[in-house]
Nanobody
Framework: QVQLVESGGGLVQAGGSLRLSCAASGLPFSSYAMGWFRQAPGKEREFVAATSRSGAITSYADSVKGRFTISRDNAKNTVYLQMNSLKPEDMAVYYC????????????????WGQGTQVTVSS
């Protein structure tokens, strides 16, 4: 079965960095666009970043542009989210998602989801 497993979350001070990883199994990884989303307590899940099947095309939410970088290693079936200059408002559970047909901001278009990893940013 398809599994997406996030890791790399944790507690970091404002201004610090974290790198999230999402390891995929059970699907032809290079045939799937990948996205990162996040959900803070009491808020709706929101788009963070997405990458095309090859990794050549990326997109970001305005709130993270210039601070976060999405990348993927198709040989390792893994997608990454490098997060720099973290702010308290970045604190959320971060989810990776996979889509065979879509690369964008709409979470309903994604086929598979991971369980999430918590990112906590202290001010």
């Amino acid at each position: 079965q398809v599994q997406l497993v996030e890791s790399g979350g944790g507690l970091v001070q404002a201004g610090g960095s974290l790198r999230l990883s999402c390891a995929a199994s059970g699907l032809p990884f290079s045939s799937y666009a990948m996205g990162w989303f996040r959900q803070a307590p009491g808020k709706e899940r929101e788009f963070v970043a997405a990458t095309s099947r090859s990794g050549a095309i990326t997109s970001y939410a305005d709130s993270v542009k210039g601070r976060f970088t999405i990348s993927r290693d198709n040989a390792k079936n893994t997608v990454y989210l490098q997060m720099n200059s973290l702010k308290p408002e970045d604190m959320a559970v971060y989810y990776c998602a996979a889509s065979s047909t879509y690369r964008g901001r709409l979470d309903v278009k994604y086929d598979y989801w991971g369980q999430g990893t918590q990112v906590t940013v202290s001010s």
